[in-house]
Nanobody
Framework: VQLVESGGGLVQAGGSLRLSCAAS????????MAWYRQAPGKQRELVAL???????NYADSVKGRFTISRDSSNDTVYLQMNSLKPEDTAVYYC????????WGQGTQVTVSS
């Protein structure tokens, strides 16, 4: 399984970005798709997850600001990020949860104050 992220960049606080994760296989066969992030000097943390059944979970820090969604027609998962804060600055990774976890290469999101 290959995952390719795109959509990161530099944005001012209060701005928005949409991340995309294109999978090389049908996402309907994947137990869950998720977005994680890792800031410098910190552990990787779960940001949002969507299960094959449609259940969605968010980290408390992004609830109400981020939205995870998927498009099975093109095997892509999205993360819409609104009201961005400097503390959202991190490398964001797409994750596919099957018997093993698969990871994308990551995309940098930088939020300036």
């Amino acid at each position: 399984v290959q995952l390719v992220e795109s959509g990161g960049g530099l944005v001012q606080a209060g701005g928005s970005l949409r991340l995309s994760c294109a999978a090389s296989v049908s996402i309907t066969g994947i137990n869950a798709m998720a977005w994680y992030r890792q800031a410098p000097g910190k552990q990787r943390e779960l940001v949002a997850l969507i299960s094959s059944g449609g259940s969605i979970n968010y980290a408390d820090s992004v609830k109400g600001r981020f939205t995870i969604s998927r498009d099975s027609s093109n095997d892509t998962v999205y993360l819409q990020m609104n009201s961005l804060k400097p503390e959202d600055t991190a490398v964001y990774y797409c994750n596919a949860q099957m018997i093993v976890y698969y990871w994308g290469q990551g995309t940098q999101v930088t939020v300036s104050s």
